[in-house]
């Protein structure tokens, strides 16, 4: 029989609306952290498409990174909204069910859900829009302040942004919906009527899941600690997250069912009235405790990567930026097509010299004059690399063959002038700073002993990115190796780092004329060619101590302002599990207290069970995401390393503040929950007794 007036559409709305109006605990968190996260998408989306963003000389890096959050901030939504909405749904199951028993068919139910799932959404997507609106400006602000720009704010509304926003979200608002009314359409009224009051049988304690979960995470850990080098870091960061995230989730469903029946076994521990209902309660709850645990640490873990990774990046990029650009103007790049048995001449104090008198002839022509410079020459070949039980291996390859780098050698004397510092090197002995710590390397035939530093001594933005830099002995042991090259001509590599007096652009003027004056010239002096060669040519590139800074600085600090943001949502989205696990979990219990207090339970028991409750599902998460960050530290201090940032002690700074900064507001969180969890019980519990 339907209920009278079914029909109308008056009535369903009233009794949606109703819902929302009763059940406001639960639905006004849901609104706001759909809300929070539709601004944040909408903010997204507006740096992203900005034009104002697009005149920034980083422009097209900082839009790729607005870009990737876009895509960061989508994809979680909807795995926390559907996320959420099964909280929502399984605190609802009863209510459904009596709608069901009173007559109404499951087709009006789903109604009802469609009615509130409308009103959710549109309060959702038009606060969360207003939000972004409001915000875009300050947000632009903090964005600007960050680059060191001055460009004006385009305009404070987003047409691209509400367009997204909206047709994203409303497609995943609808497919929450569809989701809920299906899983009323396939629940029997039994099971509806129990609703959230259903309690798990006992689980079993599964040995292979155990084993399973324990084996992912020993992959992800091994992984992540055994990494070699930046490079191998990236290709290994994924596979590495996925099974860490897949063994938390494991282990978090099969440990933590161990370990609360060791407790139960644990008679004198278990006979113990806040123990008793604790471990009782938990333990036939542990399928979804487990997974609310596993995602809190998951979230956890994300946060303290991401915001301690950034801090250090943008911290420590001034010293990067020194190494790279100690002088005002750097111009480098390779010279090639060099005969090898007059080539290694370019390494000569003659040839660095005639270089600084070339310069200083740009620089008088320009009414100007060096200041300071420094010239150094390497040997860069291209190579092979390779790295196997702590021997980097360098095979020689001709330009048409595959290659993976080239390597920057040069001799004792340079490393003294470059550095200022005295190198006594045998001749089977090499300064190495290469992409992994190393014992010995080996170049073509010839073996060396390393003597590893992780210092990038060479002042060129091309060392970053190369395969390794070898200091050897002396000149002769150069030409060794450059007998081996199978390449028809040698190549070198130059840097001439000057400060010359004036400004920027005068500075630029010099670099620029050196660079066509040094393209013959480097070559050999008093000639234009190497006869039996290629014609010998010098290309080179010119920047500016500026414009590295610049650049980096604007992707360090659009790398900051996007870890800061995707750190605040994940907190906040941990906090909000949290919150929902602690209030379900309080109706749940609630029941339960009022019994145990009956048969005289006091307040005081009821506290310190509480206490021991959310201990547990607290703690847990945020002790694993401590071991996870430390599993990863080797990993993404190797990826740092790709960046220049060598400082190790500064990343394991910025991991212990960050730590203890999540830890604070984590803590926060629990003593906030854990009092609602309480009010909720023990209020309950009272009113039953009165």
């Known amino acids: 029989m339907e209920v009278i007036g079914m029909s109308s559409g008056n009535l369903t709305w009233t009794l949606a609306l109703g819902n929302i109006r009763r059940e406001r605990k639960f639905f006004i968190p849901y609104i706001t952290a759909s809300s929070g996260i539709i601004m944040m998408f909408y903010l997204m989306v507006y740096l992203w498409k900005d034009p104002g963003i697009q005149k920034l000389s980083t422009s097209v890096m900082l839009s790729m990174m607005m870009k990737f959050g876009t895509i960061i901030v989508g994809v979680f939504a909807v795995i926390f909204l559907f996320y959420i909405n099964s909280f929502l749904m399984k605190r609802r199951n009863k209510e459904m069910g009596i709608y069901n028993i009173l007559g109404m068919e499951k087709r009006h139910i789903g109604r009802i859900l469609q009615a509130e799932s409308l009103v959710t959404s549109l309060i959702s997507i038009a606060a969360g829009i207003l939000l972004g609106v409001i915000f875009s400006r300050l947000v632009y602000m903090i964005v600007m302040k960050i680059l060191g720009s001055a460009v004006k704010l385009s305009s ?17 608002f609808f ?9 009323i359409h396939l629940a029997r009224p039994v099971e509806l009527l129990k609703g959230s009051d259903t309690g798990e049988r006992e689980p079993k304690s599964r040995l292979f899941l155990t084993i399973l ?30 099974a860490v995230i897949a063994g938390t989730y494991l282990l978090f469903a099969s440990i933590s069912i161990v370990i609360l029946k060791i407790l139960k076994k644990n008679k004198k521990y278990y006979y113990q009235p806040s123990h008793f209902t604790t471990i009782s309660g938990m333990l036939f709850r542990m399928k979804q405790n487990a997974v609310g645990m596993a995602n809190i640490c998951i979230l956890a873990t994300m946060v303290l990567v991401i915001v301690s990774t950034t801090v250090c990046l943008n911290t420590g990029i001034d010293k990067v930026v020194q190494n790279m650009a100690p002088e005002k103007t750097s111009v480098y790049g390779q010279i090639v097509g060099i005969r090898r048995d007059t080539g290694l001449h370019l390494m000569d104090d003659t040839s660095q010299k005639e270089t600084i008198r070339m310069a200083q002839s740009a620089a008088a022509k320009e009414n100007s004059k060096i200041k300071r410079i420094h010239v150094f020459t390497a040997y860069n070949p291209e190579v092979k690399y390779r790295l196997k039980n702590g021997t980097a291996t360098y095979t020689l390859k001709s330009g ?49 002993k390393a003597h590893f530093t992780s210092e990038k001594f060479l002042p060129t933005t091309a060392s970053q990115y190369q395969s390794g830099t070898i200091v050897v002995k002396d000149r002769a042991a150069i030409k060794k ?36 004056s040094t393209t013959w010239k480097t070559a050999r002096p008093n000639a234009s060619r190497d006869e039996g060669a290629r014609p010998a040519a010098y290309y080179g590139n010119c920047d500016s101590h500026a414009n590295i800074n610049s650049t980096l600085k604007g992707f360090t600090n659009g790398f900051l302002f996007l870890g800061i943001f995707l750190g605040i949502l994940f907190t906040l989205a941990a906090a909000l599990i949290i919150y929902y696990k602690q209030v379900s ?37 945020i002790i694993v995401a401590a071991c996870h960050m430390g599993g990863a530290f080797n990993m993404m201090n190797r990826i740092l390393q790709l960046f220049g940032l060598q400082d190790t002690t500064l990343f394991l700074k910025c991991t212990g503040i960050t730590f203890l900064a999540f830890a604070l507001l984590y803590l926060l969180v629990y003593l906030l929950t854990s009092r609602e969890y309480y009010r909720i019980v023990s209020w309950k519990a009272g009113k039953r007794m009165e």
């Open 156 to 172: 404070a509304v987003s047409q691209p942004g509400i367009l997204y926003t909206v047709i994203f979200f409303a497609l995943l």
């Open 175 to 183: 497919l929450i919906q569809m989701t809920s009314r299906f899983r």
């Open 213 to 242: 979960g324990a084996a992912f995470l020993v992959y992800g850990y091994v992984t992540a600690l055994t990494v070699k080098d930046g490079v191998a870091g990236i290709k290994s960061f994924f596979l590495a997250v996925l």
């Open 400 to 448: 048409v063959e595959k290659y993976t780098g080239s390597l920057m050698i040069i001799d004792a004397q340079q490393y003294k002038q470059i550095t200022g510092k005295s190198l006594s090197l045998a001749e089977n002995e090499a300064l190495v700073n290469t992409p992994a710590r190393v014992s010995q390397v080996k170049i073509g035939r010839l073996t060396y």
């Open 481 to 516: 190796i450059a007998a081996q090259d199978p390449a028809a001509s040698l190549t070198f590599w130059r840097s001439i780092i000057f400060t010359a007096a004036g400004s920027d652009e005068v500075n630029k003027k010099i670099g620029n004329s050196l660079i066509v």
């Open 585 to 621: 979990e309080g109706y749940y219990d609630k029941d339960n207290f009022a019994i145990m207090q009956q048969v005289g339970m006091s307040q005081a028991e009821v506290k310190k069970s509480i206490r021991t409750q959310v201990k547990f599902v607290f703690f847990a998460p």
